[in-house]
């Protein structure tokens, strides 16, 4: 398993922005896009860097009003630090 950063920001070659033809966030990058779904883009929109991963965690069970969403969060984290979305 990868090791997720302890302060993840979005990697300089991806810009995240909302898509108003998709309906959606996207990350853009120089090949192509990558559609996010409603819990990605807020997992990948408080990768900024000043963020460290219980934070995230914390700030996303608050937006969605549940609780027991850290392994949920580290798994997306996880597959973004894979795909090198995040850094």
């Not at 990868?2 to 993840?8: A, C, D, H, L, V």
């Amino acid at each position: 398993m990868s090791e997720i950063p302890t302060r993840p920001t979005l990697n300089r070659r991806y810009r995240m922005q909302w898509e108003e033809v998709q309906g959606c966030y996207v990350l853009l990058y120089p090949e192509g896009m990558v559609k996010l779904n409603a819990s990605a883009s807020a997992i990948l929109k408080r990768c900024d860097g000043s963020r460290d991963v219980a934070t995230i965690i914390t700030e996303i069970e608050e937006e969605f009003r549940t609780e027991g969403l850290t392994a949920d969060v580290q798994g997306m984290l996880r597959l973004a630090f894979e795909r090198d979305w995040i850094q």
